[in-house]
């Protein structure tokens, strides 16, 4: 029997492998015995940075023959986005920032992580490298959109435009952090463990 993928889940501004979400799902693929390995980086918040920490940790297990999917949510789901287009892997996206140079626009200067407490700083820098990561992407039916009309944070309309030809799971209501997350898990693993893509 084949190693099932390790999962990669990508948090969030502001916010860390300890939310709600990531815990939600960490507690599921455990009840659910699953196999393979869960990953969730705590990202750094300079985009060049977290392009190369991810490389660097999905490179690294592909060399060990390991199969890599990933989830993201909000801006995890952009980073996830880059990262599958770039390197052919398969993604969940969660309410995700398409345009994420364009939302944080508004919040360049400090902020305050809502898990580790930690202080850091969003800059002009920060954002043209978000700007820059922007590409087409070359496989948008290798990822599942999780999208919820109500999300008071960003316009799921950029998502749908952004994504084009991904599968897309639309709901009304809900919000940013994406009610009813427990209930999607079932068929976010069966998206991420196809192999007919």
């Given at each position: 029997m084949t190693r099932p993928p390790d999962i990669i889940y990508l948090h969030g501004f502001?916010?860390?492998?300890?939310?709600?979400?990531?815990?939600?799902?960490?507690?599921?693929?455990?009840?659910?015995?699953?196999?393979?390995?869960?990953?969730?980086?705590?990202?750094?918040?300079?985009?060049?940075?977290?392009?190369?920490?991810?490389?660097?940790?999905?490179?690294?297990l592909l060399e060990q023959g390991r199969q890599v999917v990933l989830i993201g949510s909000s801006l995890?789901?952009?980073f996830a986005a880059l990262v599958a287009g770039r390197l052919g892997?398969?993604?969940?996206?969660?309410n995700p920032a398409a345009y994420p140079y364009e939302l944080l626009e508004d919040y360049?200067?400090?902020?305050?992580?809502?898990?580790?407490g930690e202080r850091f700083t969003v800059?002009?820098?920060?954002?043209?490298?978000?700007?820059?990561m922007d590409q087409p992407m070359p496989h948008p039916e290798s990822l599942l959109l999780l999208l919820q009309t109500g999300d008071e944070v960003l316009d799921y309309r950029q998502a749908l435009e952004r994504f084009k030809g991904a599968t897309v799971d639309l709901e009304q209501g809900g919000e940013?952090?994406?009610?009813?997350?427990?209930?999607?898990?079932p068929a976010i693993l069966d998206f991420l463990t196809q192999s007919d893509r």
């Amino acid at each position: 029997m084949t190693r099932p993928p390790d999962i990669i889940y990508l948090h969030g501004f502001r916010s860390s492998p300890d939310s709600e979400k990531a815990s939600t799902l960490s507690d599921w693929l455990a009840q659910q015995g699953y196999q393979g390995t869960l990953h969730m980086p705590m990202l750094a918040t300079d985009p060049l940075a977290v392009e190369q920490q991810l490389v660097s940790l999905i490179t690294g297990l592909l060399e060990q023959g390991r199969q890599v999917v990933l989830i993201g949510s909000s801006l995890g789901g952009f980073f996830a986005a880059l990262v599958a287009g770039r390197l052919g892997l398969r993604g969940v996206l969660i309410n995700p920032a398409a345009y994420p140079y364009e939302l944080l626009e508004d919040y360049t200067g400090e902020h305050e992580n809502l898990y580790t407490g930690e202080r850091f700083t969003v800059t002009e820098a920060h954002l043209q490298a978000l700007r820059q990561m922007d590409q087409p992407m070359p496989h948008p039916e290798s990822l599942l959109l999780l999208l919820q009309t109500g999300d008071e944070v960003l316009d799921y309309r950029q998502a749908l435009e952004r994504f084009k030809g991904a599968t897309v799971d639309l709901e009304q209501g809900g919000e940013h952090s994406f009610t009813g997350f427990a209930q999607k898990l079932p068929a976010i693993l069966d998206f991420l463990t196809q192999s007919d893509r």
